[in-house]
């Protein structure tokens, strides 16, 4: 059996699309697509009903029910890419407005606090997450290489409960 072989059109011919450079960032996304870093509201945890109670302590306590988030930047390969956003939203809320809460992203695998902003503290009591600052955006400067990060939060006093929940991911490239 032989196979007869049509040859394809040259990519040169005017009725057939050309590569140009608006397909870059596209290409570029989907060039890291199949590593699955690209995501929206990537679950991460936390509780709206288990909290830290008192005698918690006042130190970095890492957020009941929060999942570990991996994110492979071996050799600057994601944040090389312009526009690039890796975010981590969390709701917080404190039983008495006489201490504050205030959240922050972890990096397991270093043991320390990577760059980041957004973080501030949090005094309201809303259960719903509708008052001043209980519904937080930190945004995460990547570092070099395969790391593990999580939610985490310290109380001003160790003298009420303080909650996180509803935490979501969020790795995207903007524009």
Known sequence: MSRTYIPWPALTDPQYPTETTHWQPLKDALDMLPLGLFGRNIYGGGSEVAGFAVGAGTGWLTAVDCLEFEIDNSNNQISGSANLVCQVRVCVRVENAAITVTPRIYNLTDASAPTQSGAVACSATSADFSGSNQRQTIALTL?????????????????????????????????
């Open 143 to 175: 570092p070099n290489g395969k790391k593990k990060f999580v939610v985490q939060v310290q109380k001003s006093a160790d003298t009420y409960e303080v909650w996180a929940a509803k935490i979501a991911w969020d790795v995207f490239v903007n524009g």
